[in-house]
């Protein structure tokens, strides 16, 4: 019930290209949605996040699609740079349990030059 | 505005000794939280403070792992006995909740090796 399922284990994509990893979560009791950056040696930093309430969310060239009756949410990342080489980490959180975060298992998206 | 601080940031010992990973949060957060990364298991939450109290601490693996949180800007993991089996990074992370969203800042992690 506390899951939440991320897929693929790794991507590889040429730059300009369109990177997209999905999540999909059990709990409906889920109400917000985050999206994690980690680079080699660095700790995980938030990138961009989103509430059940909108099925859309861009910030730049990031963008995070939502589908509430499916319980799936996506991070499309347009134009990839060799940048963005990092592992992306979908979340998912309900606001009565406080802060405690349910995590992915990751994606390792390398951008080829 | 200085982030979620972790000491130390590489650690190696040797099987059987005692870890203490420390961790200041960032002022005015009130939840904490220790995560344990690793290639096989990913992120897991080892457990979590509210105001300084433990709220859920069932991701702690056994007995050897116990954590404090003595006032509201540190708090520590400790390992004992460590075995390699325990090699991982440990983040430690805060968060504020608002009604924005509850964004949790991670530390940069301590890395353990345990030989």
């Known amino acids: 019930q506390q899951q939440v399922k991320q897929s693929p284990q790794s991507l590889i994509v040429q730059k300009g290209g369109i990177s997209i990893i999905n999540c999909a979560y059990e709990?409906?009791?889920?109400?917000?949605f985050p999206w994690y950056q980690q680079f080699p040696g660095k700790g995980p930093a938030l990138l961009i996040a989103i509430r059940p309430d909108v099925s859309e969310k861009k910030e730049g060239r990031f963008t995070i699609s939502f589908n509430k009756s499916a319980k799936q949410f996506s991070l499309h990342i347009m134009d990839s740079q060799p940048g963005d080489s990092a592992t992306y980490f979908c979340a998912a959180t309900e606001e009565t349990s406080g802060s405690r975060l349910t995590f992915g298992e990751g994606t390792q998206l390398t951008v080829n030059p | 505005d200085a982030g979620v601080i972790q000491s130390p940031r590489h650690e190696v010992t040797e099987m059987g000794q005692e870890v203490t990973l420390r961790c200041k949060p960032i002022?005015?957060?009130?939840?904490l939280f220790w995560y344990r990364q690793t290639m096989m298991r990913g992120l897991e939450l080892l457990i979590y403070f509210n105001n300084n109290v433990p709220i859920d601490d069932s991701g702690m693996p056994e007995d050897r792992f116990s954590a404090k949180m003595p006032n509201a800007s540190f708090s520590t993991l400790k390992i004992q006995p460590s075995e390699p089996r325990d090699s991982a990074v440990y983040f430690c992370?805060?968060?504020?909740?608002?009604?924005?969203?509850?964004?949790?800042?991670f530390g940069e992690g301590s890395w353990l090796t345990v030989v």
């Open positions: 002022s005015g957060h009130n939840s």
């Open positions: 709990n409906t009791a889920f109400d917000y």
């Open positions: 992370a805060s968060s504020y909740r608002s009604y924005s969203g509850n964004t949790i800042y």
